[in-house]
């Protein structure tokens, strides 16, 4: 096949006979046509099958004939021929001026800019206190990245730019994109788009700048669970607001003309989407039908070759305003065309009313209004999926009845109330702005609903990844918490290993040897316990997987393992993942480090099954400390033999990793130490030093001494980075894995990995030192890497969330990578909280106990948790000029402060005041 991708099949339609003369010779060419690649080439993707009509059945032919994206038949002639009788397309006939961009007509009209933004670095900044952030865009400029917002409920959602360009999914984000998703950062280019078209002289414009830009001003605000956008043009004010409902799979988009040309107008609104209905487009467009449903009037789309999620039916439509259809991309958009001058549009003809099969998929959905001098207009357009026509008829039916109004204000109110579960005042406003809102939004809606971005459509839960953001939801939604714990240890086999990740409408996943997921878990549950108290979790009968094991010489298999008849309490999941932990115990007494401890990327310093890793170990020491007093009554042997091993760990970890400055991160297979002084490259790694003092278990001063070269080595303040370890792996002769394939100083090789960053931050915390700890939130926050124009062209990314990495070499250091879609937030939010300020939840008790720099005059919160709220008011008596600690409650003086105040969970409102003389350097 010419090193073609692609399968070609012949099917032998000639009667059978005894001596197949005609099919030998087709396999006889087959044979001969398959060409070898060199050496050292790939292999060609390309196969040619040849196949006897007479030996098919008629449901195989009719299924390849479905499948085929081209069939040609030797009795019409030769395939030359056979091009030259196709029909002339009718699309593409418009003229030149047609295939260029719309030129607005009339001077672009100014949008008002909002006033006052915080922190406006001339593109963006926030409002309304923080809980929006508004992106102005004037003239030709861009945000230098996507800066996107994700807005999502439990199963479905979408992502928008500041542009307007984005996405919709249902039920998973990479399996079932109903629209397309892009990364591409450079276009960007939209696959849904809402066009506005003056009927009277056919001016075309956009409410988003995506996809046609006038030269006007377009203004973005990206909320907590919608995105709204402004513009005017052509004496036409647009406002744009789009959000999801709490629980529904459905895409609300209400646009809003208001006319302020000073008379009568009448225009068309043209809402515009490309399906997908898969992975990916190009795979599944051939096989999508579409219909106009006779009971609603809703444009349905089906893709009948879906695997993953079979029966489902997609539908887009304009509240029933709809007049107008076209169900052809190539149609709308015309023969090489695209979304910024789409042909139908500008030709001014009307849209051809044509559905099916066998056509290039989208939904275009048109209706016209009069809109008098002064009047205000809202179209709305619904996109969505449903398991049945009878479904999506009954969603589009209560959507277009319901109040629009109403369902915002729940989905608003939603937020309001889980992010206000802890407001802070401190002294430090972008600190304020990012726990009071943005961190948690980020990990709730991206990581543990959407678990998707602009940099990746996973789709897929993470073992250890949604474990850790979870912790993040224990204080203010506790219930979600406990639900993917139960979740994630029915992905555990019943030998104690775990699918590494795995896609949750399938169950299919990958296995691997990674050595950390299954601690992960021990962790997390008694996180979870030590929070809430809830220690009847444990006794939850969760199921076991079972399924194949890795061979030897096997790192990883994707799979899709059976549910086992075994099942066990929850418990019994922890301990045997912790069981199985003992057994992995290298030489030097530490953890083999499998084919990745958390730094997948390391995946070959252990492959050989011998290398070890002292971070793993300070995990473990300190999961066993937090899980073992919870085996009372359920086994005290077992926690017996958990303690023993976590004593020789830390003995071993103190006689082996100890590197005279600093902590190593672990052997190779050969027994070569990395992340050490005598390592060429990686001499000095974060993690390793930050969880010997969140373990509890390093000696005092070396964790101390630890902290100090982490802080000398990796936080690089003329940069504002905090490197994850350096130097970068270049040229070693030793092959630490896939990590190396990074260009030095960027994402895990050596550039700033953000995770990794928030666990210093709670380390610098845990040993007093507040004033390290608040500088280093500091120099992590995304709003201070973003303060001036040219900060933001340096970051280039969003300034409201966190970025997964940001890059430490030139000519690129500075900038921002991976955003939204990473764990960094959960962790932000808990180093923020729990570590600086000292707010966390105990049981039936609430906790304080700061860690606030002495130049803090001190700090307030608001705390919502169980009915009862708390008036927190700290303050350092010395910028009062007193110099003595104090605990009032209500009014009245109850106690000296000691460093920790333990308050009920009553359920009542209460003011308390906290005077801390000693706060910490």
């Known amino acids: 096949m010419k090193r073609l991708d692609v399968d070609l099949v012949i099917v032998n339609e000639r009667a059978s006979s005894y001596t197949q003369d005609l099919q030998i010779a087709i396999e006889t060419a087959v044979r001969s046509s398959q060409s070898r690649p060199r050496f050292g080439e790939d292999l060609a993707q390309g196969k040619v099958y040849a196949l006897r009509a007479d030996l098919m059945s008629v449901n195989v032919r009719a299924l390849l004939q479905a499948a085929a994206r081209v069939a040609l038949l030797a009795r019409r002639g030769p395939i030359a021929e056979q091009l030259a009788r196709l029909a002339p397309s009718s699309i593409g006939s418009l003229s030149a001026r047609h295939a260029k961009s719309p030129v607005p007509a009339h001077p672009p009209a100014s949008t008002r800019v909002p006033p006052d933004l915080e922190f406006f670095n001339g593109l963006g900044g926030f409002d309304k206190d923080g809980r929006e952030y508004v992106t102005v865009l004037d003239g030709d400029r861009a945000t230098p990245a996507p800066w996107l917002n994700v807005i999502a409920n439990p199963r479905f959602g979408f992502q928008v730019a500041a542009e307007g360009s984005g996405y919709t999914w249902a039920e998973n984000s990479r399996e079932n994109q109903l629209t397309p998703w892009s990364n591409d950062p450079v276009a960007d280019g939209p696959g849904e788009a809402i066009y506005i078209r003056d009927e009277e002289s056919l001016d075309?414009?956009?409410?988003?700048?995506?996809?046609?830009?006038?030269?006007?001003t377009y203004i973005a605000r990206h909320g907590h669970g919608y995105s709204r956008f402004e513009h005017r043009a052509n004496g036409i004010a647009l406002?744009?607001?789009?959000?999801?409902?709490?629980?529904?799979?459905?895409?609300?988009?209400?646009?809003?003309?208001?006319?302020?040309?000073?008379?009568?107008?009448?225009?068309?609104?043209?809402?515009?989407?490309?399906?997908?209905?898969?992975?990916?487009?190009?795979?599944?467009?051939?096989?999508?039908?579409?219909?106009?449903?006779?009971?609603?009037?809703?444009?349905?789309?089906?893709?009948?070759?879906?695997?993953?999620?079979?029966?489902?039916?997609?539908?887009?439509?304009?509240?029933?305003?709809?007049?107008?259809?076209?169900a052809d991309r190539t149609e709308f958009l015309g023969r090489n065309g695209g979304p910024g001058a789409p042909s139908a549009l500008l030709a001014g003809a009307p849209l051809s009313g044509k559905t099916g099969a066998g056509l290039d998929p989208c939904a275009a959905l048109q209706t016209t209004v009069e809109i008098g001098a002064g009047e205000r207009i809202e179209v709305v357009w619904f996109v969505g999926q449903c398991g049945s026509v009878a479904d999506a008829r009954a969603l589009i039916s209560r959507y277009r009845e319901s109040d629009l109004d109403a369902v915002l204000a729940e989905v608003t109110d939603h937020w309001r109330d889980l992010l206000g579960a802890v407001q802070v005042n401190t002294p430090d406003r972008a600190m304020d702005i990012m726990l009071n809102g943005w961190l948690l939004y980020q990990t709730l809606a991206c990581r543990v609903w959407a678990r998707s971005a602009f940099y990746q459509a996973s789709g897929a839960f993470g073992f250890r990844d949604q474990l850790q953001d979870t912790m993040a939801l224990t204080f203010a939604r506790p219930d979600q918490t406990r639900r993917h714990l139960l979740t994630a240890a029915a992905r555990q086999f019943v030998e104690g290993d775990v699918q590494h990740w795995w896609l949750p409408h399938s169950g299919q996943g990958v296995r691997t040897r990674i050595s950390d997921d299954r601690v992960w878990l021990g962790f997390a549950t008694a996180t979870y316990i030590a929070c809430t108290g809830y220690a009847e979790i444990l006794d939850e009968r969760v199921p076991f997987l079972e399924g194949p094991g890795l061979s030897s010489g096997e790192n990883d298999a994707f799979s899709q393992p059976m549910i086992a008849d075994e099942s066990a309490s929850l418990f019994e999941h922890c301990a045997r993942a912790l069981d199985q932990c003992l057994e992995f115990t290298g030489e030097h007494g530490l953890p083999l480090?499998?084919?990745?401890?958390?730094?997948?990327?390391?995946?070959?310093?252990?492959?050989?099954?011998?290398?070890?890793?002292?971070?793993?170990?300070?995990?473990?020491?300190?999961?066993?400390?937090?899980?073992a007093p919870l085996a009372t009554g359920r086994g005290e042997n077992r926690a017996a033999l958990w303690r023993a091993h976590a004593a020789s760990v830390r003995e071993a970890l103190e006689r082996e990793a100890w590197d005279g400055?600093?902590?190593?991160?672990?052997?190779?297979?050969?027994?070569?130490?990395?992340?050490?002084?005598?390592?060429?490259?990686?001499?000095?790694?974060?993690?390793?030093?930050?969880?010997?003092?969140?373990?509890?278990?390093?000696?005092?001063?070396?964790?101390?001494?630890?902290?100090?070269?982490?802080?000398?080595?990796?936080?690089?303040?003329?940069?504002?980075?905090?490197?994850?370890?350096?130097?970068?792996?270049?040229?070693?002769?030793?092959?630490?894995?896939?990590?190396?394939?990074?260009?030095?100083?960027?994402?895990?090789?050596?550039?700033?990995?953000?995770?990794?960053?928030m666990w210093a931050i709670l380390a610098f915390a845990d040993l007093g030192e507040g004033g390290k700890a608040v500088d280093l939130f500091a120099l992590l926050n995304p709003i201070n890497h973003a303060r001036t124009p040219e900060e933001a062209e340096r970051y280039k990314v969003e300034p409201y969330v966190v970025a997964a990495d940001v890059y430490s070499v030139p000519p690129h250091a500075g900038r921002g990578g991976w955003t939204w879609y990473?764990?960094?937030?959960?962790?932000?939010?808990?180093?923020?909280?729990?570590?600086?300020?000292?707010?966390?939840?105990?049981?039936?008790?609430?906790?304080?106990?700061?860690?606030?720099?002495?130049?803090?005059?001190?700090?307030?919160?608001?705390?919502?948790?169980?009915?009862?709220?708390?008036?927190?008011?700290?303050?350092?008596?010395?910028?009062?000029?007193?110099?003595?600690?104090?605990?009032?409650?209500?009014?009245?003086?109850?106690?000296?402060?000691?460093?920790?105040?333990?308050?009920?969970?009553?359920?009542?409102?209460?003011?308390?005041?906290?005077?801390?003389?000693?706060?910490?350097?």
């Open 661 to 757: 400055e600093w902590y190593r991160r672990g052997t190779f297979d050969d027994g070569t130490w990395l992340g050490s002084k005598q390592s060429e490259e990686c001499r000095i790694d974060s993690i390793a030093q930050s969880w010997a003092v969140l373990s509890g278990a390093a000696d005092p001063g070396r964790a101390a001494a630890a902290m100090a070269s982490l802080e000398r080595h990796l936080v690089r303040r003329e940069d504002g980075l905090a490197l994850l370890f350096s130097p970068p792996f270049d040229k070693t002769s030793l092959d630490p894995g896939y990590i190396k394939g990074y260009p030095p100083g960027l994402r895990e090789n050596g550039g700033q990995y953000s995770h990794a960053a």
């Open 239 to 326: 406002e744009l607001l789009q959000f999801v409902p709490l629980a529904g799979p459905i895409k609300i988009s209400r646009l809003t003309l208001r006319n302020v040309s000073g008379r009568s107008r009448r225009l068309s609104v043209t809402a515009y989407a490309e399906w997908v209905l898969g992975t990916t487009r190009g795979a599944s467009a051939p096989f999508i039908a579409t219909e106009i449903d006779g009971a609603t009037g809703a444009m349905l789309a089906r893709n009948p070759w879906t695997i993953a999620f079979p029966g489902r039916v997609a539908f887009a439509d304009l509240s029933g305003r709809q007049t107008a259809w076209t």
């Open 822 to 921: 990473t764990g960094s937030a959960g962790w932000m939010y808990r180093a923020g909280v729990e570590g600086i300020l000292g707010i966390r939840r105990e049981g039936a008790s609430l906790v304080v106990e700061p860690r606030i720099p002495a130049e803090w005059p001190g700090f307030e919160a608001t705390i919502s948790v169980q009915s009862t709220h708390y008036a927190i008011v700290v303050e350092n008596p010395v910028h009062h000029g007193r110099g003595d600690s104090y605990i009032v409650l209500d009014g009245s003086t109850v106690a000296r402060f000691e460093g920790r105040v333990r308050l009920p969970l009553d359920g009542g409102s209460h003011h308390l005041s906290i005077g801390v003389v000693h706060p910490g350097p």
């Open 593 to 627: 480090i499998g084919t990745g401890d958390w730094n997948d990327g390391m995946n070959r310093v252990g492959e050989g099954g011998k290398g070890e890793s002292v971070w793993l170990g300070w995990l473990l020491v300190r999961t066993i400390e937090l899980f």
């Open 204 to 216: 075309l414009w956009s409410a988003t700048a995506q996809p046609i830009r006038d030269g006007g």
